[in-house]
């Protein structure tokens, strides 16, 4: 079945940068809309960023400007560019491969940015 994998969490320092990667298996992953969520302490998971089959994208307000998600095809793989991070987007980050009937969640990967 689909498999999803994220990676690239870490740890850094205030106004630094990462780049998540979500990585996908399945014939279907070109026709599937790819979510970004992250889930803090003690907070409920959020919708971060999304981009659909087509490439349109959307972000949550707190981190427009600043993030940028992006996919390959070819590679079956989804990226969060992340700059200029901040304490409060400390958090688990999900990659959810949504198909119109299912849902394909990865394992998540620890995001801390701390001085």
């Known amino acids: 079945q689909v498999q999803v994998v994220e990676s690239g969490g870490g740890l850094v320092q205030p106004g630094g940068s990462l780049r998540l990667s979500c990585a996908a298996s399945?014939?279907?992953?070109?026709?599937?809309?790819i979510e970004w969520h992250r889930q803090a302490p003690g907070k409920q998971r959020e919708l971060v960023a999304e981009?659909?089959?087509?490439?349109?994208?959307n972000y949550v307000d707190s981190v427009k400007g600043r993030f940028t998600i992006s996919r390959d095809n070819a590679k079956n793989t989804v990226y969060l560019q992340m700059n200029s991070l901040k304490p409060e987007d400390t958090a688990v980050y999900y990659c959810?491969?949504?198909?119109?009937?299912?849902?394909?969640w990865g394992q998540g990967t620890q995001v801390t940015v701390s001085s």
């Open positions: 959810n491969v949504h198909y119109l009937t299912n849902d394909h």
């Open positions: 399945g014939r279907l992953f070109s026709i599937a809309n």
């Open positions: 981009i659909t089959r087509s490439g349109n994208t």
